[in-house]
């Protein structure tokens, strides 16, 4: 099948950027490679939301590195629904959180897991990791060995 029968309504077309946190603008296409495990990883270096409490921008660099299961997360979707987060306000936990259950839902990977390397405010960074195996599978495994051995100290 050629990735334009699959019904990505974003590639390709005039960038119209959510102002809103909007999971809806999130698009898939087939994995075509669904036998394999391997590593996909995007980078967001440019990440911004708002703080709930102040209303003052929060800056990181968001990290998602998953392992494809039937479908993948198209990467200008994924630019636009990150972007999505601009005007949104919540703590930096529940970004990655947040971020980690709409991919989840969206593709269903083997295996995926999100970090947030945010500025410092006040003096203090906070770096959320948040991560998800699917059930029943050697990835929920891999995800609660990730989970307790996971050492935050470069990212």
């Given at each position: 099948?050629?990735?334009?029968?699959?019904?990505?309504?974003?590639?390709?077309?005039?960038?119209?950027?959510?102002?809103?946190?909007?999971?809806?603008?999130?698009?898939?296409?087939?994995?075509?490679?669904?036998?394999?495990?391997?590593?996909?990883?995007?980078?967001?270096?440019?990440?911004?939301?708002?703080?709930?409490?102040?209303?003052?921008?929060?800056?990181?660099?968001?990290?998602?590195?998953?392992?494809?299961?039937e479908r993948m997360v198209e990467s200008k979707s994924l630019k636009l629904y990150l972007f999505s987060f601009?005007?949104?306000?919540?703590?930096?936990?529940?970004?990655?959180?947040?971020?980690?259950?709409?991919?989840?839902?969206?593709?269903?990977?083997?295996?995926?897991?999100?970090?947030?390397?945010?500025?410092?405010?006040?003096?203090?960074?906070?770096?959320?990791?948040?991560?998800?195996?699917?059930?029943?599978?050697?990835?929920?495994?891999?995800?609660?060995?990730?989970?307790?051995?996971?050492?935050?100290?470069?990212?």
């Open positions: 099948m050629s990735r334009e029968n699959e019904g990505l309504q974003q590639l390709g077309r005039k960038t119209e950027y959510k102002m809103t946190y909007a999971p809806e603008v999130l698009e898939t296409f087939e994995n075509k490679h669904k036998d394999n495990d391997y590593w996909v990883q995007f980078n967001c270096p440019e990440f911004t939301s708002l703080c709930p409490i102040t209303g003052q921008p929060d800056f990181a660099e968001i990290k998602i590195m998953y392992i494809p299961g601009r005007n949104h306000g919540d703590f930096h936990e529940d970004c990655v959180n947040i971020i980690m259950k709409d991919l989840v839902k969206l593709m269903q990977p083997k295996y995926i897991e999100v970090i947030g390397l945010f500025t410092p405010r006040g003096g203090i960074s906070i770096w959320p990791y948040a991560n998800y195996g699917q059930p029943g599978t050697k990835y929920e495994k891999m995800a609660e060995e990730r989970l307790l051995n996971r050492q935050m100290v470069n990212g």
